[in-house]
């Protein structure tokens, strides 16, 4: 098996010159002249031996004039003969060639001396070399930002600075997205020859069953076993009575390799202090959940991290966690009563405690600058919805104050089109007859605690029937009506908390979901979701992980690193932890045998580099036999002179 193929192809259209010997031979061509004898017999004979020796060595010297210009536009085509017997030559036809790296938060695994990174870019750093300035070179990494400033078509090698700016990104793209994205480039490119090399750590994800390109896998070294610990969840637990400033934070560390893990450090940091750190063992794949407690010294958003100390991949090692603290939070109450009912007043003397503050606006003196440093607002029996109310609750909206409403059977209709407008809930009419609960959201975090079949017995009673409604997040329901909503930054209870009828307030479920509305509407959200990379984020203005601020004025933001993010609004503010997606933690090898396409290279992959390379360099045979054939015939042209000399 072997190949040809030309360096410099444009020049073969050069080789249509071969037929210019013929031509001219074919048009020269003459009839010798025609003299008469009288006696020719002999001389017919001879003249037919000689006519016949002459053809011979005019067709003879025909080819081989054809064959020197062959040669000589073949060796100024620079071919080459690619075939394994021969050793493969340095060059190569223009080729556009896509290097593929992944650099996806894996790649920093250390196995040894240096992390699968650093081992693809020193073969990067090869492949480069061997690039030459006919060539043109783009480079494809699994950082889509990255990629829209450097990922572009460059004459010969790449530059040095572009290598140099690759780092691992916690956002990858998809092998398939990078396959992808190099394709179009090389399309860009025009040349005929066009190569992929793909740089990866080999995670197992979907790829392109046929490329369009040829992609050639460089193979990078792989640990003999995948050893790497995780933490994840990292969460406060909640305090439901007697808080206190000593606040534990709860965590799960996973074991994702095949060896026990002996006296691994933990470590928790709050607000830039290393607060607490013990040492736990892990068995083979044990998920190990555990606790530290940490000393909250200031009131407001606490944020920090939980790590597991882990030199074998640092990415995943932080897990990421924000809450805000109130030891003593205050409340305002806005209501026409001058006390309040007994079941709200506990409610909120327990959530705000002694040393808190629970008082009393009348709503003819709302003010926003006297209530916006306030943890909870709360509505109850506040009369008509006024234009002050009204301006009051859009500023509440804007700083994204928790705002509690409690419905009475005297709920005016501007409060009930209210309802309507921020909860979907239609309030039809107001029932003293006993309703079994049905319902209860268990993916909320505020009913998330609570039992459906326990509840399922006890009956409420003096509550507003909206019917069913799927326009909000609905936290209670009967048969009939809902009886508790959440909205964006409220709460609406539809059952009035004076009542003397409702056996919901002697269940200890009530309590609990009491405490927890008002802990929701505070942002104390200790089930929230865990927020990954990638996370749409808005706000009038944000505070990146590092330091740096940008304004948002109300546009998304798309996170690209974990870290604590701090939104701002008019008059508020809010940390946020955004952590890694963790599906790079546990490893598993991507098998290439399931996709043929793909060439996988062996440990001698530098010389296998260039599919469409010539190999061995045969330009100057071409040349050397063209000068052995234009001196045979210097050598047949002379002798027929000699020989002519020689008979006259």
């Not at 003299?35 to 060595?57: A, C, G, M, Y």
């Not at 040095?160 to 956002?171: E, H, R, Y």
């Not at 932080?318 to 603290?325: H, K, M, N, V």
């Not at 808190?356 to 709360?378: A, C």
Request: with cysteine.
């Amino acid at each position: 098996m072997f190949q040809l193929s030309f360096l410099n192809t444009g020049l073969l259209i050069l080789a249509a010159a071969t037929v210019l010997p013929l031509i001219i031979w074919l048009l020269a061509k003459k009839k010798p002249p025609r003299i008469i004898f009288s006696s020719i017999r002999f001389i017919k004979n001879t003249e037919k031996e000689q006519k016949s020796r002459s053809q011979l060595k005019n067709i003879l010297l025909l080819i081989i004039r054809m064959l020197i210009i062959l040669l000589v536009v073949l060796a100024a085509s620079r071919p080459s003969l690619r075939t394994p017997r021969l050793k493969p030559g340095r060059k190569h036809p223009p080729t556009a060639v896509a290097i593929v790296l992944d650099t996806s938060y894996s790649m920093d695994y250390t196995a040894g001396s240096r992390s699968t990174l650093e081992a693809a870019r020193t073969s990067l750093l090869e492949i480069n070399q061997r690039v030459n300035t006919q060539d043109l070179t783009v480079l494809v990494t699994a950082d889509e930002n990255w990629n829209r400033l450097n990922a572009q078509l460059y004459s010969g090698p790449l530059p040095a600075g572009v290598i140099n700016s690759v780092k691992t990104t916690w956002l990858p793209l998809s092998l398939d997205k990078m396959l992808e994205l190099a394709t179009a480039k090389l399309k860009e490119s025009q040349f005929t020859n066009r190569e992929i090399y793909l740089l990866t750590d080999g995670q197992a994800q979907e790829l392109p069953a046929r490329p369009e390109i040829p992609v050639m896998v460089i193979p990078l070294p792989k640990p003999e076993t995948w050893d790497n610990l995780s933490c994840e969840n990292a969460r406060p637990v909640m305090q439901l009575t007697d808080r206190q400033a000593l606040q534990t934070i709860q965590f799960d560390v996973i074991n994702h390799g095949s060896a026990v893990k002996r006296d691994v450090l933990v470590r928790v940091d709050l607000n830039g202090v290393k607060s607490a750190e013990k040492f736990i063992t892990l068995q083979p794949g044990q998920k190990l959940t555990e606790t530290l407690p940490v000393q909250v010294m200031t009131s407001g958003w606490q944020s920090g991290y939980v790590e597991v100390v882990d030199e074998k991949l640092t990415a995943d090692n932080r897990c990421w966690f924000t809450f805000p603290f109130e030891l003593h939070p205050a409340v305002g109450v806005i209501t026409e009563r001058t006390a309040l009912p007994l079941i709200l007043q506990t409610v909120l003397s327990v959530y705000a405690t002694p040393q808190g503050s629970v008082r009393l606006i009348p709503p003819q003196q709302v003010n926003w600058q006297q209530l916006k440093d306030y943890s909870v607002v709360v509505f109850h029996t506040a009369g008509e919805l006024t234009p002050r109310l009204r301006e009051f609750l859009r500023e509440c909206g804007k700083a994204r104050k928790g705002v509690l409403f409690c419905t009475d059977a005297g709920l005016t209709a501007g409060w009930k089109g209210w309802l309507q407008q921020e909860y979907g809930l239609q309030l039809n009419q107001f029932s003293s007859a006993a309703q079994a609960i049905t319902y209860v959201n268990q993916h909320h975090p505020v009913t998330s605690l609570m039992e459906a079949k326990r509840l399922a017995q006890v009956s409420v009673a003096d509550y507003w029937i909206t019917g069913k409604s799927a326009s909000s997040s609905v936290l209670l329901a009967t048969a009939n009506s809902n009886l508790a909503a959440a909205g964006d930054n409220g709460i609406a209870w539809l059952f009035d908390p004076a009542s003397l009828n409702n056996r919901f307030f002697l269940e200890a479920a009530f309590p609990v979901f009491a405490f927890r509305s008002l802990q929701y509407l505070a942002n104390a959200r200790f089930e929230s979701e865990q927020l990954t990379v990638g996370q749409i984020l808005t706000a009038d203005e944000l505070a990146l992980p590092g330091g740096d601020k940008t304004r948002l004025n109300g546009n998304p933001h798309k996170t690209w690193e974990p870290g604590i993010y701090t939104l701002g609004w008019q008059g508020g503010s809010q940390a946020v932890a955004i952590n890694p997606d963790y599906e790079e933690s546990g490893f598993k090898q991507l098998d290439f045998k399931q996709y043929p396409a793909y060439q996988v290279l062996g440990g001698k992959w530098r010389d296998q580099l260039f599919l469409s390379r010539l190999g061995h360099d045969v330009w100057k045979y071409f040349l050397l036999a063209a000068i052995a054939l234009l001196l045979l015939e210097l050598i047949l042209v002379k002798s027929e002179e000699w020989k002519t000399a020689a008979q006259a």
